[in-house]
């Protein structure tokens, strides 16, 4: 019902930038509503955590080890968030995959929505 397209991701060197993109979209309907949109990464380790999401209000929420050097930001009427990545470590590499929270549609809501993700490696 509902669909994430990731784009971004790719190799970056120490202290390089990269922006993450991610768009929501109904595959047979409109997105009536959307609370939250955010990316959560997997690291070799295994270890899958938040890195920053946004609510429909514009309230964010960041990972300590991101705070400060990366910014979430959202584009309502386009159920997009972009994830603006600055200063990147090499411990920022791995997986990231957008994800939505109550995602409703004209006849259905899906709560929990995630895209295939995006591979970021930081490496010099």
């Known amino acids: 019902q509902v669909q994430l397209v990731e784009s971004g991701g790719g190799l970056v060197q120490p202290g390089g930038s990269m922006r993450l993109s991610c768009t929501a979209s109904g595959t047979s309907g409109s997105i009536i509503s959307l609370y939250a949109m955010g990316w959560y990464r997997q690291n070799s380790e295994k270890q899958r955590e938040l890195v920053a999401k946004?609510?429909?209000?514009?309230?964010?929420t960041y990972a300590d080890s991101v705070r400060g050097r990366f910014t979430i930001s959202r584009d309502t009427a386009k159920n997009t968030v972009y994830l603006q990545m600055n200063s990147l470590k090499f411990e920022d590499t791995g997986v990231y995959y957008c994800?939505?929270?109550?995602?409703?549609?004209?006849?259905?809501?899906?709560?929990?929505?995630w895209g295939q993700g995006t591979q970021v490696t930081v490496s010099s």
């Open positions: 994800n939505a929270e109550r995602v409703y549609l004209g006849g259905s809501a899906e709560y929990d929505v």
């Open positions: 946004a609510t429909d209000s514009g309230t964010a």
